[in-house]
């Protein structure tokens, strides 16, 4: 077993809410470490990390960048994600490919939204976690108060690390200094504190100390520091100013000596689903002699160099000319090039080990989510699932030139693929094409590039919002389909029942059918009916969900019997038995979060009752600012962006969540049927 060429390897993301200076601090690490000549400039457009137009333009990150640079004898693979949470799927996504999350906080405002998320999402995924205080040479901070909220909300085991001093102008390291001088605490205290911590994951440090008093050397706490960080025991806090280089230094330092190698880490395990077994877990072991097994966390469609996988090596060594499969498919593809990212560099590499994060190009079987492997024996191995945001900001969107409805879906799903969180709706009552995603810059940020990129121009208006059906009660539904036409008829009866099931199963198909009175060569006939019924809704014209459909009985003729009767008959069947099992109409609920000054807030909760809405929670905020948090249903928020603009003047912001389906005021409902109707009406 070999794992000496990985354990120099480091993985680290750098997470948290936007504007905290995560991508001002890549590129200070990267120019600090000697990898580029100079630091770029966010405001100059000139960064490593933010290459892309868009970025350039909008002055803020839409994409997670991958870069790598080497410190103190260590190579280090980082990830700048973006922070606001518009772009969660690429901040979520680079969690599955690191060991190490670099929570960034802005020392000026404080923990927000994103840094909690991200700082919870990294925990659940047993990620070690190191909180990065930035700016701290800003003025009209308070960092001892900040320290304070991290422990409050963070837990007591985010100790120091490092103290800054000079007024944010330098750091003081404490692992190695038990005095000195800091802007604010004691060298001294912090250091026996973080000692404390780390000898208590040691039981021979712990009873020498307590013995004879004597202090372990930084090298002697190295193995604890790795056991705490790993166990979640210690969360250590630094401070830098990534514009300055204040604490820059110490940062790569840490990275280098303190942050887990591939062996040190929390690996995230893989599945092995094989038939008639319930999935098994394993761990991947971080040894370059054993069969490839890499996770693809990012897919990237280049204009210039085609579909981009990229993907992070957890077991093996994958080599250039390697064949592999992606996934469950049956075709193994040879790998024509391999690169590791310099931003928008690609530079080409003859092997990749376990821990190193690089890339494919021009394949078409790799996706998203996806395992490289390197036998069939592996197919069923799959990545511990991701959680993301349901999108449900959505836009309806239509070529503005004729000709460009194709091209439009072909553009779309090129975005899909890079976007987990970016979805693609075609309603068949409508006939509109809906795009979907976590926030109104997020769509922005697709139309500009789909103008920018794609040169295609686009109409919008707001979408109809993605109501659902259900049913509440049993009810039986019969349907004899009988056509004669001269030749060959068609015949096919069907007798089937529906039942509701709780709300989020989905749907069950089940056959009761006794006796062949049904042949089985055409239930799958009937089951197809039965979804066509589903997709057509029964009330309103929605998507009918969580439902059980049984099949109970039937009849066919040696002759007529068909595919497309029991199909016909299927549908019809499943429709009269919906209407008689008192159907209701679904409305999506979201969980929604403004934050403003607290002047506002007498005016937001008063309009977000108005809405349907009601608070949950109201937390105080930095700069005299407060987040409300609250449920409101979807479609009372078609205008809120300016609603919020006006009551807060230009100073509010605030962003979505999917929370659950509920149903909707017996007068929507109402609405909703007549609409349904008159349109049925009107297209017969």
């Known amino acids: 077993m070999s794992q000496n060429l990985s354990s120099t390897i480091r993985t680290v993301a750098l997470v948290g809410h936007g504007a905290a200076g995560k991508t001002t601090l890549a590129e200070s690490l990267l120019a600090a470490s000697g990898a580029i000549k100079s630091r770029g400039s966010v405001e100059k457009g000139s960064t490593v990390c933010d290459f892309d137009p868009i970025e350039k333009e909008l002055g803020h990150s839409l994409q997670s960048a991958l870069v790598s640079f080497k410190t103190g004898g260590a190579h280090v693979h980082l990830i700048d994600t973006?922070?606001?949470?518009?772009?969660?799927?690429?901040?979520?996504?680079?969690?599955?490919?690191?060991?190490?999350?670099?929570?960034?906080?802005?020392?000026?405002?404080?923990i927000e939204l994103s840094t909690e998320r991200m700082f919870t999402q990294a925990g659940e995924r047993g990620l070690c976690r190191m909180i990065v205080v930035n700016k701290i040479d800003a003025d009209n901070i308070d960092l001892l108060a900040l320290v304070n909220d991290i422990r409050a909300r963070f837990g007591k085991q985010c100790?120091?690390?490092?103290?800054?001093?000079?007024?944010?102008?330098?750091?003081?390291?404490?692992?190695?200094?038990?005095?000195?001088?800091?802007?604010?605490?004691?060298?001294?205290?912090?250091?026996?504190?973080?000692?404390?911590?780390?000898?208590?994951?040691?039981?021979?440090l712990?009873?020498?100390?307590?013995?004879?008093?004597?202090?372990?050397?930084?090298?002697?706490?190295?193995?604890?520091?790795?056991?705490?960080?790993?166990?979640?025991?210690?969360?250590?806090?630094?401070?830098?100013?990534?514009?300055?280089?204040?604490?820059?230094?110490?940062?790569l330092d840490a990275l280098a000596k303190l942050a887990p190698s591939p062996a040190e880490g929390n690996p995230p395990p893989f599945y092995r689903d094989e038939p008639g077994k319930p999935s098994q877990a394993f761990l991947a072991q971080p040894d370059d002699e054993l069969p490839v097994l890499a996770h693809v966390f990012k897919v990237v469609v280049d204009p210039f160099i085609g579909k981009l996988g990229v993907f992070r090596v957890h077991q093996g060594t994958l080599r250039k000319d390697a064949q592999l499969f992606a996934g469950a498919s049956k075709h193994a593809f040879k790998v024509p090039h391999l690169y590791r990212l310099q931003g928008k560099d690609y530079i080409e590499v003859p092997a990749l080990i376990p821990g190193d994060i690089g890339a494919i190009a021009k394949v078409d079987d790799i996706e998203f989510d996806c395992v490289l492997?390197?036998?069939?024996?592996?197919?069923?191995i799959h990545f511990k699932a991701l959680q993301f945001p349901q999108p449900m900001q959505g836009l309806a969107v239509h070529p503005r030139r004729k000709g460009d409805e194709q091209r439009l879906f072909e553009v779309l799903n090129k975005l899909a693929l890079e976007d987990p969180c970016f979805k693609i709706e075609r309603h068949p009552g409508t006939h509109e094409t809906v795009i979907r995603g976590l926030g109104e810059m997020h769509l922005r940020t697709k139309l500009l590039r789909m103008q920018q990129q794609y040169?295609?121009?686009?109409?919008?208006?707001?979408?109809?919002?993605?109501?659902?059906?259900?049913?509440?009660?049993?009810?039986?539904?019969?349907?004899?389909?009988?056509?004669?036409?001269?030749?060959?008829?068609?015949?096919?009866?069907?007798?089937?029942?529906?039942?509701?099931?709780?709300?989020?199963?989905?749907?069950?198909?089940?056959?009761?059918?006794?006796?062949?009175?049904?042949?089985?060569?055409?239930?799958?006939?009937?089951?197809?009916?039965?979804?066509?019924?589903?997709?057509?809704?029964?009330?309103?014209?929605?998507?009918?969900?969580?439902?059980?459909?049984?099949?109970?009985?039937?009849?066919?003729?040696?002759?007529?019997?068909?595919?497309i009767a029991f199909t016909t008959a299927g549908r019809k069947a499943t429709l009269d038995a919906v209407l008689k099992a008192s159907p209701i109409?679904?409305?999506?609920?979201?969980?929604?979060?403004?934050?403003?000054?607290?002047?506002?807030?007498?005016?937001?909760?008063?309009?977000?009752?108005?809405?349907?809405?009601?608070?949950?929670?109201?937390?105080?905020?930095?700069n005299g600012h407060v987040a409300i948090g609250g449920q409101i249903p979807l479609a009372e928020l078609d205008d809120?962006?300016?609603?919020?603009?006006?009551?807060?003047?230009?100073?509010?912001?605030?962003?979505?969540?999917?929370?659950?389906?509920?149903?909707?005021?017996?007068?929507?409902?109402?609405q909703l049927a007549s609409k349904y109707q008159a349109l049925s009406l009107g297209e017969e």
């Open 206 to 251: 712990l009873a020498r100390y307590l013995e004879d008093g004597l202090e372990p050397s930084p090298q002697e706490l190295h193995a604890p520091f790795e056991r705490a960080l790993r166990a979640g025991h210690l969360i250590p806090i630094l401070f830098v100013s990534a514009k300055t280089g204040a604490g820059v230094t110490q940062l």
């Open 455 to 563: 040169k295609l121009e686009l109409d919008t208006s707001a979408p109809q919002i993605a109501y659902r059906e259900t049913i509440t009660g049993q009810a039986d539904g019969h349907c004899r389909h009988k056509k004669q036409s001269g030749g060959a008829g068609q015949f096919g009866e069907v007798m089937l029942r529906v039942e509701p099931l709780a709300r989020g199963t989905g749907f069950e198909f089940v056959d009761q059918v006794k006796g062949g009175a049904i042949p089985g060569v055409f239930m799958a006939a009937v089951e197809k009916g039965v979804r066509q019924a589903l997709v057509e809704g029964a009330v309103a014209g929605f998507g009918l969900e969580d439902l059980r459909v049984t099949v109970l009985d039937g009849k066919t003729h040696a002759v007529d019997g068909k595919d």
């Open 640 to 670: 809120y962006q300016g609603r919020l603009k006006s009551l807060t003047a230009g100073q509010g912001s605030y962003t979505l969540s999917f929370s659950h389906y509920a149903p909707v005021p017996g007068g929507t409902q109402q």
């Open 585 to 622: 109409v679904l409305e999506p609920l979201v969980n929604i979060e403004v934050v403003a000054p607290e002047a506002s807030i007498g005016d937001l909760t008063g309009d977000l009752a108005a809405r349907r809405g009601h608070v949950t929670s109201t937390q105080p905020r930095s």
């Open 373 to 380: 492997h390197e036998s069939h024996e592996q197919d069923s």
């Open 82 to 110: 973006p922070g606001y949470p518009d772009f969660a799927s690429q901040a979520i996504s680079a969690l599955a490919a690191v060991d190490t999350a670099l929570v960034v906080i802005n020392a000026q405002t404080g």
């Open 159 to 204: 100790l120091l690390l490092e103290l800054p001093l000079h007024h944010g102008q330098d750091v003081v390291e404490l692992l190695g200094h038990a005095d000195g001088e800091s802007d604010f605490a004691s060298v001294a205290a912090e250091h026996r504190a973080l000692i404390d911590q780390l000898i208590e994951e040691d039981d021979s």
